[in-house]
Nanobody, 120 residues
Framework: VQLQASGGGLVQAGGSLRLSCVAS????????IGWFRQAPGTMREMVAT???????DYANSVKGRFTISSDNAKNAVYLQMSRLKPEDTAVYYC???????????????WGQGTLVTVSS
């Protein structure tokens, strides 16, 4: 399974961006899908995740500014980012935990990353 992320770019502080991620094939069962990010010299951190049941989880630093949504039929996840700050600058990675086939166990999948740069 390949996760194709898009939507990154350069934006001024206070601006907005929308990230999209689509899986390359149908997934039998998606447990969790979402976004992580990694800034230079830092560890990868969770930004936002959503379960198939619709439960969401956000990093404290993005609560109230970012909104995650998913389209299970399209195996897609989106991240609407508003009121962006320079500290949001990072490579954003799409993440999926699920079962590709009914007979397989759950495993993690990662996208290639899309760069978000917020200028001050």
């Amino acid at each position: 399974v390949q996760l194709q992320a898009s939507g990154g770019g350069l934006v001024q502080a206070g601006g907005s961006l929308r990230l999209s991620c689509v899986a390359s094939e149908s997934i039998f069962s998606i447990l969790t899908i979402g976004w992580f990010r990694q800034a230079p010299g830092t560890m990868r951190e969770m930004v936002a995740t959503i379960t198939t049941g619709g439960s969401t989880d956000y990093a404290n630093s993005v609560k109230g500014r970012f909104t995650i949504s998913s389209d299970n039929a399209k195996n897609a996840v989106y991240l609407q980012m508003s009121r962006l700050k320079p500290e949001d600058t990072a490579v954003y990675y799409c993440y999926l935990r699920g079962r590709r086939m009914s007979w397989e166990g759950a495993r993690d999948y990662w996208g290639q990353g899309t760069l978000v740069t917020v200028s001050s």
